[in-house]
């Protein structure tokens, strides 16, 4: 069975012609809500903006969009999605807060079935609600249970909830010693430093678990790290990642400049008006100008 994770700093033509799709997991709408020291604030994009936005990306590199969005502990994204008909495909995804030992662990969970959606989310919400550990292993053992639903670790050397790093650590630790049978991967995040994705990569590596890309784009600027794949739909790419334990990862240019200066340019306060000209006034990596229902 093969096992690789391969990382690409630019998508040459010759491995373009042998690839399909581009995927972009983990991003947030308007239906996120966030605190940024301390002040509440709302991502400025609507589900279809911030397709529009994802897709125009991938479409530059020549590659057919995969996208999926992964709001907060809820799933009205992709279920607003799904009412229109250029929608009606978007997989139902979600990043959910796994409160444990003290610390916020994220799990990216793509492409639940539309079927079981509901009684899914009721599910993790009851856990992030009363998170008893004994119940964990039942809910992923529930959502693995899908084939084509992927369980993602998001950021997971990010000590978000400030715990310190050596007690994080060993945290973290435990809980990929706990959960490894029901995750698929590990994220390399487009918002967190290099150094820390470097070190999520050699983790993955030991674990023999693929490392697999995740932007968390909040603002405007579209995911800076993206997956390479022949799959020709979402559950395709899963089934890559989840049996072939198969990852290409690209690391768009964005992810080189300065994260202060990325973080400043997505200030939430200069697009919270979701104001059309806002979003208009962002160039993607390539220095193109994009609105954000140009390609809606
Ligand atoms: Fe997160």
């Known amino acids: 069975m093969p096992r690789s994770t391969r990382l690409?700093?630019?998508?040459?033509?010759?491995?373009?012609?042998?690839?399909?799709?581009?995927?972009?997991?983990?991003?947030?709408?308007?239906?996120?809500?966030?605190?940024?020291a301390g002040v509440p604030w709302t991502p400025p994009l609507n589900p279809a903006q911030a397709v529009a936005l994802e897709t125009a990306q991938i479409q530059d590199?020549?590659?057919?969009?995969?996208?999926?969005l992964t709001d907060h502990d809820n799933i009205t994204a992709a279920l607003e999605l799904r009412a229109t008909s250029?929608?009606?495909?978007?997989?139902?995804?979600?990043?959910?807060?796994?409160?444990?030992?003290?610390?916020?662990?994220?799990l990216g969970i793509h492409n639940m079935p539309p079927a079981r959606a509901g009684e899914r989310m009721a599910a993790l919400a009851r856990f992030t609600t009363i998170p008893r550990e004994y119940d964990l292993d039942d809910i992923l053992d529930w959502l693995h249970e899908d084939p084509s639903t992927l369980i993602v670790w998001n950021h997971p050397l990010w000590d978000e909830g400030g715990l310190g790093a050596a007690r994080f650590d060993s945290v973290a630790k435990e809980f990929l010693r706990a959960y490894r049978?029901?995750?698929?991967?590990?994220?390399?995040?487009?918002?967190?430093p290099w150094k820390e994705n470097h070190r999520v990569m050699r983790w993955a590596a030991a674990e023999a678990l693929p490392a697999i890309s995740g932007g968390d784009r909040h603002g405007c600027e579209p995911n800076a790290f993206l997956n390479l794949t022949r799959a020709a739909t979402?559950?395709?790419?899963?089934?890559?990642?989840?049996?072939?334990?198969?990852?290409?990862?690209?690391?768009?240019?964005?992810?080189?400049?300065?994260l202060v200066r990325r973080l400043w340019a997505n200030w939430p306060n200069r697009y919270n008006r979701r104001d059309e000209a806002a979003i208009l006034s962002f160039p993607t990596a390539g220095g193109r100008l994009r609105t954000g229902t140009e390609n809606a």
Do not use: C, K
């Open 234 to 258: 979402f559950a395709e790419f899963i089934d890559e990642v989840r049996e072939d334990h198969r990852s290409r990862v690209l690391m768009m240019p964005q992810y080189s400049h300065s």
């Open 86 to 106: 250029a929608g009606r495909r978007a997989p139902i995804s979600v990043e959910w807060s796994v409160p444990w030992r003290g610390a916020e662990i994220h």
């Open 8 to 36: 690409f700093t630019r998508l040459s033509l010759a491995r373009r012609r042998h690839l399909r799709a581009g995927v972009s997991l983990h991003s947030h709408t308007i239906h996120s809500r966030e605190s940024f």
């Open 181 to 192: 049978p029901w995750l698929h991967a590990l994220e390399v995040n487009g918002l967190r």
């Open 61 to 68: 590199l020549g590659l057919e969009p995969l996208v999926s």
